[in-house]
Each structure stands twice: as structure tokens, then as C-alpha cells.
């Protein structure tokens, strides 16, 4: 009988190995550096480099498709068990205490970008699989180890896998929480845009407005260029705005105006009450002011519709279902300035019984009431895997057996991960209940003996799912 936690710990040392070269790796996808070669920017193909790079190493068969996508294989068989990861990364944005693309161990913490999503966890499902072959273990199927480029954005590699190859059996994505997700909420994008036009003898004049750098991340900074002749009480009344409400930030006063910068808390935006957005925040500070137009239309939508409402409330789209819990709403852009107007992303996560056509009129009645008009850029429905599936019988009770958590059950969650693509795909840690959640946020890390708990998870967990006689 294999001990699984103590063969985890035998490769503690080569994982955290790898683990420094992949996080060395800034792999935010840019599409300003995108070519033929590499279509999404270099740094996420280097990353996807590297992980075949260890594959081959470690004597798997590994193929790169395009630079946009590869995997790394074990076995044969008809049916094919996969386990789909992500190389790319957020952007890792402002408010690191160390170099987020330098590996730091700390109080027995891994600290840089992609600590917890997705390569630690991406990386520990790889060493469970790795863990197999080296014991000799033959699997009854095919295992491919999927690495995908660019899951943080609109998942353009793993939808080239798709279309290239076909769907998996089954599977898991090692990209959100233990015990088992085996339900994911709807997810789909609105883009609000207002005009350009505002009056140049205003007391106030927006002439720059900027938070927000992915749809699916809670902005921290927000910045505001304001010409004013009231500059210097504007200052003051901005410091006391955030000190009444705990918030970091400053000002500066220009010739002709005052530039504004507030501090949030970046979070995750499949829940965006785990973080404080800058954004909303700077909006609702400018709003006590005489902007005009349509800089004044942008800021009333910002701070009326959308501050502090991340139920979707105030526009009427607020929704909660018993199984998958309650619709959320993360403002993720905001943009203003003289040439391109106004720009508000949302994102909403939403559970079965609401439409997106419902959102979307909700967000639209909003908008209109401001002169906005909005757009749906994408959407992936709500997906769920019966919990009496075998792969979810599985993954819980191994999830059980090794954490002796005997009353853990499946969940549903908000994020959304790779696992959602294959009719029976789940996701599946790594991070635990008892985890800090630092996903896309500055300073993010995960615990080492946790990370070695959850290889050791995956490795039993790709044994007994690998070696099913009817999977």
C-alpha cells in the first residue's frame, strides 16, 4: 500500500525546485507582444515551455500545440483522463513586500505569482501524476496533464485543444478549493461605455480616469486626473474621505488641477466582498462634485448603480438559487478621458434560474438612465456535475480519507475553471478550507505543507481514477 503523504514529501525538495523556475516565469498574457511565435505574448508560451520541458525530463510524452496550449501523457487506452492546469498568471499589479516573479519561502509559506493559481497547485497535480509513473503504476486509460496559457483571460488555448483534440472522459482542474467543486456558476462579461463629451468651463473636468486591470480581479489603485480651481479643498476633503473609511491613498496638486490616488484591495472577483475596490470608491468621492456631461454621467452610474453592491442589487439583478448560491457582480474596469469616453467592465458570476438577457436588461436600464449603453462580451453557462458521479465520489472520499475531514461535501463556487469544458469535469483544490485566500491579490502565497498535503491528494486521487475499471 503506498503512503502517499510521505512519497509527497520524498519530492518536496525537486517540486519546490520547479516550482521557483515556473514562478520565475512572468507568463501575464500581453497581447501588445503577441506574434506568429507567440500569440499571446512570450511569457505564457515560456511558461508552457517549461512545464513540457519538466514532462520530458521526467519521461512523459509531451506535445506543444501552437505555443497556445501542450500536454504531458501517461498511458493508453480508449477513454482519456484528464487533468487541466494553467501556466498564465494575473498581472501582479502594485503592493508586493518582494519581487512577485521570485520564489520566496517564508514562516513556511511559498510567496510569488502563481503561488496559489495556478502553478503550486497546477505543479503539485503534476508531481501526483509523476509520483505514479515512478512507481511503476500502469493506468487503464490515457492521462493527459493539460496546460492551458490563458485561463485568466478568455481561455484562448484550452478552446485550441478543444478544437484540435478530443474532449476528455472525464477529469479535474487543480485551479480552485478542496473538497470538490463540481459546480461552477454562469460567468459572463458587460461592457458600459458613455461618450466624450463634458463642458470645458466646468469647475470640475475629468480629464483621466484609470482602475482596474482584468474583468475577474477586484482593482486596488484607482487614479483621477482633476482639473479644478478648487484643488486644495478638494485635497482636503479627499484625505478625510479616506479616513473615514480606512482607506490608503493621496494626492497631488498639478497647475491646473489635482490628481487623486485611492488604495484598495485587490481580491478575486468571483467574490469581490473579499476585496475593496478602488474604483467604485474614487467614483463615489467624485460624485459629491459639479462634473458635467458625460464625466458626470459615468461617475452618478459607477457610484449609484455599483458601489458596494456586489449582489447586483441596485439594478434590480440580484438573484439567489438554493443550490448555487447568490449572482455576484465585480466592477473589474473603469475608465474615463476626454478622447475615449467613459468604460465600465462588469462580471457577473450567476446560478442556474437567471438569463444573461435577464442581467443584461437589468445592467442596460441602469445605464440608460445615464446615457450608457452597454454590451455582453462573453458568457459560459452555469455547469454542474451530479454529485452521485463516480469522479466526484472519488475525489471527496479521497479528499476525506487523506485530510480526515469525514464530513466534507461537494460544492458549488463562483470561479471559473478549466474543469467546466468536459461534461464530467470538476475542479479540484488546491486550496483548502482553512486556506488564506490570496488569489490575485498582492503578497500572494501558499503554505508548503499544504501544498504537500494536496500532492499527496492528487496523487492517490490520479491512482484510483486512473485505475478505475469502468471510469
Known amino acids: 500500500m503506498i503512503n502517499w503523504d510521505k512519497l509527497a514529501q520524498d519530492y518536496k525538495e525537486d517540486y519546490l525546485k520547479d516550482l ?25 508560451a515560456k511558461a508552457l515551455v517549461k512545464y513540457l520541458e519538466i514532462g520530458k525530463r521526467d519521461g512523459f510524452t509531451v506535445k ?10 501517461y498511458g493508453s487506452g480508449d477513454k482519456t483522463f484528464a487533468i487541466l492546469a494553467h501556466a498564465d498568471v494575473m498581472p501582479a499589479g502594485e503592493g508586493w513586500d518582494s519581487n512577485p516573479f521570485e520564489m520566496m519561502i517564508k514562516d513556511g509559506k511559498v510567496f510569488g505569482r502563481g503561488a496559489s493559481d495556478d502553478k503550486g497547485p497546477g505543479l503539485a497535480a503534476y508531481y501526483g501524476l509523476k509520483m505514479m509513473k515512478d512507481q511503476g503504476i500502469e493506468p487503464n486509460c490515457k492521462i493527459r496533464f493539460i496546460i492551458g496559457t490563458d485561463e485568466e483571460s478568455n481561455w484562448t488555448g484550452m478552446k485550441h485543444y478543444f478544437k484540435l483534440e478530443p474532449e476528455p472522459d472525464f477529469g479535474f482542474s487543480p485551479d480552485a478549493q478542496f473538497p470538490v467543486i463540481n459546480g461552477e456558476k454562469g460567468n459572463t462579461t458587460f461592457e458600459t461605455t458613455f461618450g466624450t463629451n463634458q463642458e470645458d468651463s466646468a469647475d470640475y473636468y475629468l480629464a483621466n480616469f484609470d482602475a482596474g486591470l482584468r474583468e475577474n480581479m477586484v482593482p486596488r489603485d484607482a487614479f483621477a486626473d482633476v482639473k479644478t480651481a478648487f484643488k486644495d479643498q478638494m485635497a482636503e476633503e479627499f484625505s478625510t474621505f479616506m479616513q473615514d473609511r480606512k482607506l490608503d491613498g493621496g494626492s497631488e496638486i498639478t497647475e491646473d488641477g489635482i490628481k487623486l490616488h485611492l488604495i484598495g484591495k485587490s481580491a478575486h472577483g468571483m467574490e469581490p466582498r473579499n476585496g475593496v475596490n478602488g474604483g467604485t470608491f474614487l467614483a463615489n468621492f467624485l460624485r459629491g462634485y459639479d462634473f458635467s456631461g458625460d464625466a458626470k454621467n459615468f461617475i452618478k452610474f459607477v457610484a449609484e448603480f455599483l458601489h458596494g ?41 450567476y446560478p442556474k434560474g437567471i438569463s444573461v438577457e435577464t442581467i443584461g436588461k437589468h445592467l442596460s436600464q441602469a445605464a440608460k438612465v445615464m446615457d450608457g449603453t452597454v454590451n455582453n462580451t462573453d458568457d459560459m ?44 469535469g470538476v475542479a479540484f483544490g488546491a486550496e483548502f478550507p482553512w486556506t488564506v485566500n490570496t488569489m490575485h491579490q498582492a503578497n500572494e502565497y501558499q503554505v508548503v505543507d499544504d501544498l504537500m498535503l494536496a500532492m499527496a491528494i492528487y496523487g492517490q486521487s490520479i491512482f484510483e481514477l486512473g485505475t478505475l475499471e469502468d471510469n
Open 20 to 44: 521557483a523556475d515556473l514562478i520565475s516565469i512572468d507568463s501575464e498574457r500581453n497581447d501588445n507582444e503577441a506574434t506568429d511565435e507567440f500569440p499571446l505574448g512570450p511569457g505564457p
Open 64 to 73: 506543444n500545440l501552437d505555443n497556445l496550449v501542450g500536454y504531458i501523457e
Open 309 to 349: 453592491d456586489s449582489r447586483a442589487n441596485r439594478i434590480g439583478a440580484n438573484y439567489t438559487d438554493e443550490i448555487m448560491g447568490d449572482l455576484t457582480m465585480n466592477v473589474g474596469i473603469l475608465k474615463f478621458n476626454p478622447t475615449d469616453g467613459g468604460f465600465v467592465n462588469t462580471n457577473f458570476r
Open 381 to 424: 453557462v452555469p455547469h454542474y456535475v451530479d454529485p452521485k458521479d463516480p469522479i466526484v465520489n472519488k475525489l471527496i472520499n479521497v479528499y476525506r480519507e487523506r485530510t480526515g475531514k469525514t464530513e466534507a461535501q461537494p460544492q458549488v463556487v463562483g470561479g471559473g475553471t478549466y474543469g467546466r469544458m468536459m461534461k464530467r
